[in-house]
């Protein structure tokens, strides 16, 4: 099941992950996306150009919110204007977990983060 590449258009988020010091971009979910709600290493592609992402998708329980979201926070340096790109999942690292508060989530976040790089480096 895994690479899975999909296309994306990109939506307006509710603007936390900017907040939280992990900016993220939120996609439209495609009604054909069959993949376990969870946290993936994967990238964007997008005008010829790679990123590497860490992929949310899924709840948001910290946020007490049960609708799904689709969002990559993108790893390297990354300032575009983009209105659809292609998420390609690349590994599943986790399953979606409720942390007593958003710091907590940042903190797992970020050790994600280390081990999609990782992942990413050797892909």
Do not use: C, W
Request: charged share 30%; no cysteine.
């Amino acid at each position: 099941m895994l690479p899975l590449k999909i296309k994306a258009k990109v939506i307006k988020g509710k603007g936390r992950g900017k907040g939280l010091g992990i900016p993220t971009i939120n996609f439209e979910i495609p009604e054909d996306l069959n993949i376990s709600y969870g946290v993936y290493a994967g990238r964007l592609l997008m005008n010829k150009k790679i990123y590497p992402a860490a992929i949310h998708f899924g709840h948001r329980p910290v946020f007490q919110e049960e609708d799904k979201s689709l969002e990559a926070y993108i790893l390297d340096k990354f300032n575009e204007n983009i209105t659809e790109g292609e998420l390609e999942f690349i590994k599943f690292i986790r399953e979606i977990r409720n942390f007593p508060n958003p710091q907590e989530m940042v903190n797992q976040i970020k050790k994600d983060v280390g081990e999609i790089q990782r992942i990413l480096d050797n892909f």
